[in-house]
């Protein structure tokens, strides 16, 4: 057991090592705070709604970590959308306010997957790194009967590399990733599962955890425990327990000394931060060819995808405090009440009449 | 004429209890039905009874609607507010303050309880004038909260953990659910502190509520926001309460059989439109009136139910003794 802790502790800091340093992902955090104001927190993120039409607005974004980030500004790369009918199209990233984004309407109710890759070849190795993300569109107005085949993830046949984040169990349009589940996502090259590709989740807490997929290309991480009684508005506490050996606290946990991008638009009156955990999945293979007339012998694939988790509310709450309060409530007024009636009883006295 | 004779002599309290407790049903058991009446309704159905709620009360998304960003409220698409408003208003106008007396859950469960207390033999409470003035004016309260704290969410002046502020504080959101088997709202939410203080305070409430709907008759309704909000509204509906005042004695039969402590409702011998805004129009002033037409309900200006001699003969049982 023993031996076997140690073993995965040592590949755990190996796979982590072999992930660069320098990642690449896109989130729907944008790069200045006035472009928040046109944009509403809906289900499944930050949202741009005109006359009842949402679209999403997409910033890639590039860095040590969720921490330590910053918007790019122009993205030589391909872009693909997937629609809720799986259709896909390529639209092209716009420049806004020097930051490289894409934009696309939602008309209907479900998951859109945007895809922008990056192809190069360093070393007689072809490093090909995808950001996807998953955009859902669903408003509350239009309803609750949707068809709940919707939920599920779209999966693009021909993407690099594909990730995909397996649904909770009766997750529907509202379901919110709290911390302590158990996420799955399944890898996927060429259409087919992969297993032992290397599954990096970190927090914006700076919370890391690595992990391989299995045979069926499932990795499975828990989110960490790391919600406190603190408003969101307020610091966050570090997350408490010893780091095991899976779990690593990273350094980012420390706080940057200068706020990062997006932080800087976490002030009191900004939107809550919705993206706040990165997936990344590296997947190496021997294979040989040319790109640009560059030729290469193995082809390093890597995917991004943002996400987001927030505080367990059954972890932060308390059915004996409330229960308590409700007592109070009712002694109080149950015993004010019967008090007063006390009061109010006049207590009998006898009237003597002086006859004579 | 046999139809409305056989109306206004029936046994009201029978009726009304029936017809709470199929009401009381629906709403509460409904969803498990697939029945869906919307999220516009004038009462007290609750959203947070998600397993079986057939369509929910209007405060939840009226919340939801008033704390989006100003960018969006003030501009042409707020007119879904309006449209909310405009369904609740088709749902009102039908019924008027009826809702409460007849079909709001929380106040059937509140006439429940005031029946164990009957059977237990415990006498109920009342307020004075003095206190009924006072504490008449919380519901407006209510309703300013419910109304300010969203649009200041919209403003970002207060964090989402302020969010539907109202439902935080309704005993409703805990009692209702518990009739599915639910107890997942009765807790205390210490995720933030808009939301520390608001479960804190609505777990206070709850207890208030019921050990209050024991000792006083429709407790809860006398702070129901819901109950203002119907007010400002009440001269659009068809059904109303009307008043004949030259036909009224001022006995006073009225006023001892209402829960609510209306006093107006025997006092006052001028208005012909008698409907107050603590009013929750369960008709038991009609039925024990026992001047004929002093007191009536007229539905698009036909009187539908009105006191007579006869029936109130027949509800007090003086047919029996003769």
Redo the contacts between chains.
Sequence with gaps: MKYRSVSFMIFALLSSASFANTQLWLSDQPPDKELL??L??SHGGLVK?D??LYSKQLWLRKGDGLFKSATVESASGSVHLMDTQQKVSEPVMEKITNSASLQFQMPEEGFYNAYYTERSVENNRLNVTTAKAEALKHSC?LGHNYDRKLVNPNQWADAPLEVIRLRLPEEDFHTRIHSGAVLKFKVLYKNAPVSDALVKLETQKGWVNSTTSDQEGIATFQIIQD?F??????EQKKPSGKPTADTKIAEANKKPEKPAEHEKHSGK?AM?LSDNFLLSVEYVVPEKGQLDGKPYQQAAYTVTMIGSYS?N?QG????A???A??????????IG?TLY?RRRLKPFREVGFDEN | MKIKAAIDHMDLRRFRFWFQLSAFLLLVYGGRLAINLGTSLPTFSCGYNKSGTAGVCYLLPLQHQLAQPWERLFSPAGVMVLSGLGIFLLWFVALNKAWCGFICPLGTIQDWITALRKKMGIRYSTYTDEQFKKLSLIKYVFLLILIFVPLAIGGQFLSHDWGTPFCQLCPARMIIPLFNGDFSQWVIDFSSTGRMVLTALGMFITGLFLIGSFLKKRFFCFFCPMGAFHYIFSKLSIFKLKKEGDKCTVCGDCYRVCDMQIKPIADDVVSKDILMDDCILCLKCVASCPEQGALRVDILGKTVFESTKGGFVKRMGLEAKK
Excluded at chain 1, 229 to 234: F, I, P, Q, Y
Excluded at chain 1, 325 to 334: I, K, V, W
């Design positions: 104001k046109n509403q927190q709604i006359n009842e107005r919600n009684a603190a408003d969101s508005n307020e009156h809550p505080p509310a932060s709450s308390s059915r405090q409330a229960l309060y409700s007592g109070a409530g009712f002694l109080t007024l149950g009440a009636r």
